[in-house]
């Protein structure tokens, strides 16, 4: 998309917006540090939503320190309410985290003395620091002219036709500080923003659709498909009861046989244990007569004559 296109269609998106969301002017200074604690629980998320999690996050913890030294699943606990609590606790945790390492305080403020380009490069070392939120401390604490993109906000304008598939990925919209005038920028980054929170909570919503359509109406070709959720595999049929009597019969056959096959083992052992030639047995050696005179044969007396 050329730079002009994308302008007029940046440009054309705002008017639209603007006839269809509400937009709170930012008014007085901010902390800076608070302003970025806040951005970090705003990302795809709607701004009474998150405002509402960062008071209650305020509430329940005693100071910044508390919260610095809570676990990440303590902080989601109390703000549930946001599309991604544990993301938003993990970033407001981290630059608490890396604020006190470096400073052994809570504030930021020495950054309104730096110019913008520093004062961005010190944001971008902090633990828990993102694009979005870092343009949103930019523009909202700092007076620089950043507009904010997440998400939701990357998505949303992909499907309008403002940017290409691959910056989506990226989230970022190049030249669009150039198309809309500071003057406009924060009125412009709100609103865009709660399109993109309202894309990020539904993409599928048939009023966000029909919106969305009215202002781009090649834009059916661009939004998300629903991912078909593939049916389990039915389970396995039980086999026929032909195959079963079959399979039922030719394990008892195969049973009987193998009977059949011992059987004819343990026959065939006893007859060739019985035919078996016998050992020879010791003769017993023959007893002496215990004393006195020699029986005589029983032949050698027949043969004597009577007296």
């Known amino acids: 998309m050329t730079t002009t296109n994308r302008a007029a269609t940046l440009n054309k998106i705002h008017k639209v917006l603007k006839r269809s969301y509400k937009h709170a002017p930012v008014k007085g200074e901010h902390p800076v540090l608070e302003t970025m604690l806040f951005a970090c629980l705003l990302e795809n998320a709607h701004s009474e939503v998150a405002l509402h999690a960062f008071k209650t996050v305020q509430g329940a913890f005693f100071d910044w320190n508390e919260i610095r030294v809570s676990t990440v699943k303590e902080l989601a606990e109390v703000m549930d309410k946001l599309p991604e609590p544990m993301e938003a606790a993990a970033r407001l945790k981290g630059v608490l985290q890396t604020v006190f390492e470096s400073d052994y305080s809570f504030q930021l403020e020495n950054l309104k003395k730096q110019n913008i380009g520093a004062a961005v490069k010190r944001m971008q070392k902090l633990q828990g620091s ?7 401390t930019t523009q909202t604490a700092l007076g620089g002219h950043s507009i904010p993109i997440d998400k939701g906000v990357a998505g949303a304008l992909y499907v309008l036709g403002a940017i ?3 910056e989506c990925k990226e989230q970022v919209v190049p030249g669009i500080e150039r198309a809309i005038p500071k003057s406009k920028g924060q009125e412009f980054g709100a609103l865009l923003h709660e399109l993109g929170a309202d894309f990020f909570a539904n993409p599928f919503s048939p009023s966000l659709r029909e919106f969305m359509l009215s202002i781009a109406p090649d834009a059916k ?3 998300p498909k629903r991912v078909s959720k ?4 039915p389970p396995t049929p039980p086999p026929a009861p032909a195959k079963a009597a079959a399979s039922a019969k030719k394990d008892k056959g195969k049973e009987a046989k193998e009977a059949k096959e011992a059987a004819a083992k343990k026959s065939a052992a006893k007859a060739s ?4 030639p016998r050992g020879k047995v010791a003769a017993h050696p023959k007893k002496k007569p215990s004393g006195g005179a020699k ?4 032949k050698a007396l027949s043969k004597r004559k009577p007296r």
């Open 295 to 298: 029986k005589t044969p029983a």
């Open 221 to 223: 070709e661009r939004f």
């Open 230 to 233: 593939k049916p389990p595999a």
């Open 273 to 276: 244990e019985k035919h078996a």
């Open 130 to 136: 993102t694009p979005f939120n870092i343009a949103y």
């Open 164 to 166: 290409s598939e691959n």
